[in-house]
């Protein structure tokens, strides 16, 4: 056990520090400071209102392959996650970027979350710097799209197995629809109909514009979708994750307008 301060209060590593009723900014702010002073072998525990994946990355990508990072409740409003420092490691310090994602360290399916939902949180002027093994072009297409004008990409190094890029924050923006947070996953199959459809319906109303939630079914559920298209006020995005025979997953997100 060890000792932190947060805001002159002490604090012991067997506590669990609730960081919901931070802006998510401060959040981030305050975990990486407690990964950062984290001696080997010691862990804390913290609650988000989302999965907290991104944070995971910006671990890695700041303090290298040494962070033990396990679930102990998911989903809904109250994600707990143990944090432990493996080994020690040299943080990287930086003096004209904000961040760093080593997109090298994640899965190519997740790198879209974790960098809007990071990007979203950045101050108007601050510098992100992506580091990926290929040039991340779907990535820069959404910028584009979603925030011409409000940004820049510049290639720092741009060869056939690694692109380093600056993103600079031009002007304060949210998530867009394509950067969402899955703040909800949950398994219909041993649930009769009529709850299941209760189910899928609470976890609509129960996210956010730039929120989304993941299902699992033992079919295609494309008769909720149809019924959501004809009957949903808000706007609505449907992927599907894994398409059959017996298991089904599918990603609904509330866009934005």
Not at 211 to 240: I, T
Request: net charge negative.
């Amino acid at each position: 056990m060890y000792n932190y301060k947060i805001m002159n209060t002490e604090i012991n590593s067997n506590e669990v520090l609730d960081v919901r009723t931070l802006v998510p900014i401060k959040r981030h702010e305050l975990l990486i400071k407690l990964f950062k002073d984290l001696p080997v072998d010691e862990s804390f525990i913290f609650i988000n209102d989302h999965d907290p994946i991104p944070l995971y990355y910006e671990f890695r990508s700041l303090y290298g392959d040494v962070v033990g990072w396990e679930y102990l409740n998911r989903g809904g409003r109250e994600w707990k996650v143990k944090v432990t420092r493996t080994e020690a490691s040299q943080g990287r310090e930086f003096t004209e970027i904000s961040t760093l994602l080593d997109l090298r360290k994640a899965e190519k399916k997740e790198w879209k979350q974790i960098v809007f939902h990071r990007y979203g949180m950045m101050e108007e002027g601050t510098i992100m710097e992506l580091i990926a093994n290929e040039d991340p072009v779907e990535i820069h297409g959404i910028f584009i799209m979603k925030f011409e004008g409000k940004h820049s990409w510049i290639y720092k190094k741009k060869d056939s197995d690694e692109c380093v890029i600056h993103i600079t924050k031009k002007a304060k923006t949210g998530l867009g629809d394509d950067g969402f947070s899955v703040v909800n996953e949950f398994d219909i199959r041993p649930y009769p109909p009529m709850e299941r459809h209760e189910m899928f319906y609470k976890a609509f109303a129960d996210i956010q514009p730039g929120e989304a939630f993941e299902f699992v079914n033992d079919h295609d559920p494309k008769p909720l979708y149809y019924q959501m298209e004809a009957e949903s006020k808000e706007p609505f995005r449907w992927e599907y994750l894994e398409k059959g025979p017996d298991i089904w997953k599918v990603r609904v997100i509330k866009t934005k307008e």
